[in-house]
């Protein structure tokens, strides 16, 4: 009891206690981020941070490191397809996207809410591409698919994604579907399948 009546004493154990106070924080926050992830996860999480700054070559890069690691990496095949989509590699793009839906289709189990945004997300992107080429009937049935399975991701960004990236109210799978079908119904003659300005706003689905 008399070594605590020395403010020395007092400091050199508030100290000690702050320090180790630290550390189990610090372990316990390790812990935290990694459990229940799989390998693979941190690079595919680099690779999502390079996408969001356009750097697609660099993001291809640390997506292969991810897919060396764990094979089938869902995330990874899934950043894969978006900077390839981003380079106008379109036919790669789609190629990966074509084995991310199966692979997905075969493996995914009910409660899997990810893997099932995954799945929804790869449909949306993939129509994206059959949309840019022309190929509208066949990006329409993409896009029913991504809006089945995932009706929230597929009406587009939410308000914080709205502030932040557009002026006005985004274009999205939902709208870009229902504005595909009205313009099939029309005679060929009278169709208009492009707005250059609403094509401009839509934008590649990664997960999170």
């Known amino acids: 009891m008399m070594g605590f009546s020395n403010p020395r004493v007092i400091k050199r154990f508030i100290i000690i206690m702050g320090v180790a106070t630290f550390v189990m924080f610090s372990i316990w926050m390790m812990v935290h981020n990694y459990e229940g992830q799989t390998e693979g996860d941190y690079e595919v999480r680099q690779g999502d941070i390079l996408l969001q700054d356009e750097k697609f070559e660099e993001a291809m890069r640390v997506f292969d490191e991810a897919l ?15 900077a390839l989509m981003g380079l106008g590699k379109n036919a790669e793009a789609e190629s990966v996207l074509t084995y991310l839906i199966d692979f997905l289709k075969k493996t995914l189990i009910d409660d899997d809410v990810t893997g099932w945004g995954a799945l929804a997300a790869a449909y949306g992107n993939r129509g994206i591409l059959k949309d840019r080429q022309g190929r509208y009937e066949e990006a329409l049935k993409d896009y029913i698919e991504s809006v089945r399975l995932d009706l929230d991701m597929a009406e587009g960004p939410g308000v914080v994604q ?47």
Do not use: F, N, T, W
């Open 162 to 208: 709205r502030i932040l990236y557009y002026d006005k109210e985004p274009s999205s799978i939902l709208k870009r579907a229902e504005y595909i079908i009205k313009q099939l119904k029309l005679p060929e003659s009278e169709r208009v399948m492009r707005k250059s300005e609403e094509d401009a706003k839509q934008r590649r689905y990664k997960p999170r």
């Open 68 to 82: 060396a690691i764990q094979p089938d990496h869902r995330g990874a095949l899934g950043g894969q397809a978006v």
